[in-house]
C-alpha cells in the first residue's frame, strides 16, 4: 500500500510555488501528509486504501480563517445593526460573552467549526477572546479543524485603585499556563499568546508577550484600529499613532497579525511594510459595522509595499471565508474605480498561502503540494454556480461560495464527506445550539429589538 487515500480525475488549484492548476489532477494522501501530486495518469501506479473518485471537483487547499471569534456564535442575528461600535460592545457584545457558561461556550465553538469545516476552512487563528479556555479547547479538539486559539487577555488597570502591576502579571502567567498545557511542537490545535488589543493591553504586556511568542515559537495576534477611536486614545496617551507606538515598542514583525488596521494613516502602512507585520483584513465585519474600511483603509498601499494581507471572517454573523474572498476581491475595485485591484488569484493567496504564512505555517499548510499536510477542499462543480468550468480560479471566487464545498480532508483525515462533518454530530450540535441561545438570551436580560413581530 503506497498511500491511505487517492483522490483522481480532479481539477486541482495547486497553490504550489507555480501556482500550477492541473487539469485530470490526482493527490495522494498517506498519513497526514501530501505524498504526490500531479496528473491523473502520472499517479495511476499507486496503490490506495482509498481511491475517491474526484471527477466533478475542484480541489484547493484548506483556506485558513485568521481572525475569528469561536465563541461568539449562539448570539448571532441577536445585536441590533444601528448601535455605535462603542455601545454594541460595552452593552451588549461583552456581557453576552461573559454571560456564556463553560458548557455554552463549548457549544458554540463547536457551532463556529462546524461551519467553517463545511466551507472549506480547516485553519483557524482565533482572535483571543477564549474565556474558558480549557473547556473549549477539550471541546475543539475532537472535531478535526486545525486551530491556533487564544484566551481572552488583556491587563490595562482601568480602575486607578487596582493592582496594575498584577493584572499584567497574572494575564502573562495565564498564558505561560496555557502555552505549557497545549504546546506549538507539531500539534494540530495549540495556544498562540494573543491579545484583545486595542488599547486594553499595557506596553509591558505588549512587550512580555512578543518575548513569549518569540521563544515558543507561536504568534499575536490583536485587534488594532477598525475605527478612529484607537489612533485618538493612542495619540491622547502616548503622543504617536498606535502602529509607531507598537514600533516603538519593538513589538512589530512577522510573529505579529494586526486585525483590522482600517483607520491607519501612510507612515504606520510603511512600518507595517518594513517590519514584516502581518495584517488580517476582515472585510465582512468591516461593511456590516461601517469601520470605513473601503474609505479610509489602504489595503491596496500595503499589498503593493509587500504586506502579508490574510482574511478574517470576525464574528458571529457567517463563517464561509469564501463569501469574504469575494468582498475581497470586489470591494476596493469599487472603492477606488479601479479594476486590476485585488483579483481573484491574489485573493486566493490570501486564504490559503498568506493565511500559513500569518500562522508560521508557511511549510505546512496553504498549498496541495508533496510534503504539506493533507489539508484540501474539495468544491462540489455539478452545480450551477460553477457551470460551465473556463476558469476555476476565477470562478471559485467569483461564483462560488461555501456552500458548494462536497468533502474535505484535515491532516489526511475526512471531517467532511458529502455536505455534512464527520466528526460532529450536526443535528446534536444545533438542538443543543438553539436550546443553549435561548438561555443566554434569556438570562442577559437585553431586549429582543428584532423589527417585526415574531408571532
Ligand atoms: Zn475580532
Not at 480532479?10 to 485530470?24: F, G, K, L, P
Not at 474526484?54 to 487547499?61: H, K, M
Not at 507561536?218 to 514600533?247: E, F, K, N
Not at 498601499?301 to 476581491?329: C, K, S, Y
Amino acid at each position: 500500500m503506497d498511500a491511505d487515500t487517492l483522490i483522481t480525475g480532479a481539477t486541482v488549484i495547486t497553490m504550489d510555488s507555480q501556482r500550477r492548476v492541473i487539469r485530470d489532477g490526482a493527490v495522494a494522501i498517506a498519513g497526514d501528509a501530501i505524498v504526490a501530486v500531479g496528473k491523473s495518469a502520472e499517479l495511476a501506479g499507486i496503490v490506495a486504501r482509498d481511491v475517491v473518485d474526484g471527477r466533478g471537483w475542484v480541489l484547493t487547499p484548506g483556506f485558513i480563517n485568521c481572525h475569528v471569534h469561536i465563541t461568539e456564535t449562539l448570539i448571532r442575528g441577536f445585536i441590533p445593526e444601528a448601535l455605535p461600535f462603542d455601545e454594541e460592545l460595552g452593552r451588549w457584545v461583552i456581557p453576552l460573552y461573559k454571560g456564556h457558561t463553560p458548557a455554552e461556550q463549548a457549544v458554540s465553538a463547536r457551532l463556529a467549526i462546524a461551519a467553517m469545516l463545511r466551507t472549506g476552512t480547516t485553519t483557524f487563528l482565533e482572535a483571543g477572546t477564549m474565556l474558558a479556555f480549557d473547556d473549549i479547547m477539550g471541546a475543539i479538539e475532537g472535531t478535526g479543524i486545525r486551530a491556533r486559539t487564544g484566551r481572552w487577555t488583556e491587563d490595562r488597570a482601568w480602575d486607578p485603585s487596582a493592582d496594575a502591576q498584577g493584572l499584567t502579571r497574572d494575564a502573562l502567567a495565564a498564558l505561560e499556563g496555557d502555552l505549557a498545557r497545549y504546546p506549538q511542537d507539531g500539534r494540530r490545535i495549540a495556544a498562540w499568546p494573543n491579545l484583545i488589543g486595542h488599547n486594553t493591553a499595557t506596553d509591558a504586556l505588549w512587550q512580555q508577550v512578543t518575548e513569549l511568542a518569540k521563544r515558543t515559537g507561536t504568534g499575536v495576534s490583536a485587534h488594532m484600529s477598525p475605527v478612529g477611536d484607537d489612533a485618538q486614545w493612542y495619540l491622547t496617551h502616548t503622543g504617536q499613532r498606535p502602529v509607531a507606538h507598537l514600533d516603538q515598542l519593538g513589538v512589530l514583525g512577522p510573529h505579529l497579525n494586526l486585525v483590522h488596521m482600517v483607520h491607519i494613516d501612510a507612515q504606520e502602512a510603511a512600518l507595517v511594510a518594513h517590519s514584516g507585520t502581518n495584517v488580517t483584513h476582515c472585510p465582512g465585519a468591516a461593511i456590516r459595522c461601517g469601520f470605513g474600511a473601503t474609505r479610509y483603509g489602504l489595503f491596496p498601499e500595503m499589498a503593493a509595499a509587500g504586506v502579508n494581507i490574510a482574511l478574517g471572517t470576525d464574528g458571529a454573523d457567517n463563517h464561509d471565508i469564501m463569501r469574504v474572498m469575494t468582498l475581497m476581491a470586489a470591494l476596493f475595485k469599487d472603492a477606488r474605480q479601479d479594476r486590476a485591484l485585488f483579483p481573484a488569484h491574489q485573493v486566493l493567496e490570501m486564504a490559503t498561502v498568506n493565511g500559513a504564512k500569518v500562522l508560521g505555517l508557511a511549510d505546512t499548510i496553504g498549498s496541495i503540494a508533496v510534503g504539506m499536510k493533507a489539508d484540501i477542499a474539495t468544491h462540489d462543480t455539478r452545480r450551477p454556480e460553477w457551470q460551465p468550468i473556463n476558469n476555476p480560479v476565477d470562478q471559485l471566487v467569483w461564483s462560488a461560495d461555501g456552500r458548494g464545498v462536497h468533502s474535505v480532508w484535515v491532516d489526511g483525515v475526512r471531517v467532511v464527506d458529502t455536505y455534512r462533518c464527520t466528526m460532529i454530530d450536526e443535528d446534536a450540535l444545533y438542538a443543543e445550539a438553539q436550546a443553549m441561545a435561548d438561555d443566554v438570551l434569556a438570562r442577559s436580560g437585553l431586549p429582543a429589538l428584532a423589527q417585526w413581530p415574531i408571532v
